[in-house]
Nanobody, 124 residues
Framework: QVQLVESGGGSVQAGGSLRLSCAAS????????MGWFRQAPGKEREGVAA???????YYAPSVKGRFAISQDNAKNTLYLEMNSLNAEDTAMYYC??????????????????WGQGTQVTVSS
């Protein structure tokens, strides 16, 4: 059974940084695509970043240049390094994963497996 557990959220001042982690288990980690989504109150869910087999990555335009997605295959852990945070980054952040044809490049893919979410709050 696929399990994803996020950690690392919290409160930070504008301009600050946070690193989110997502510990994965229950599947062959390296064959999956993984990503981060976020959803703020009253807003639609947004695909923030994703990483695909063979190293391809995707970033939403709103975070490109500020966020970096990475993974440690030995630890089965996905990371999201977030820098230059601003109030618009405030949201619940979710880790997600899937494989095969569901690994569509971009922010609108629909993964089957999700973590429980971790809150990020940026104060100005």
């Amino acid at each position: 059974q696929v399990q994803l557990v996020e950690s690392g959220g919290g409160s930070v001042q504008a301009g600050g940084s946070l690193r989110l982690s997502c510990a994965a288990s229950g599947y062959t980690y390296s064959t999956y695509c993984m990503g981060w989504f976020r959803q703020a109150p009253g807003k639609e869910r947004e695909g923030v970043a994703a990483t695909y087999p063979r190293g391809r990555t995707y970033y939403a335009p709103s975070v490109k240049g500020r966020f970096a997605i990475s993974q440690d295959n030995a630890k089965n852990t996905l990371y999201l390094e977030m820098n230059s945070l601003n109030a618009e980054d405030t949201a619940m952040y979710y880790c997600a994963a899937d494989s095969g044809v569901r690994c569509v490049y971009g922010g609108s893919w629909l993964p089957r497996f999700w973590g429980q979410g971790t809150q990020v709050t940026v104060s100005s």
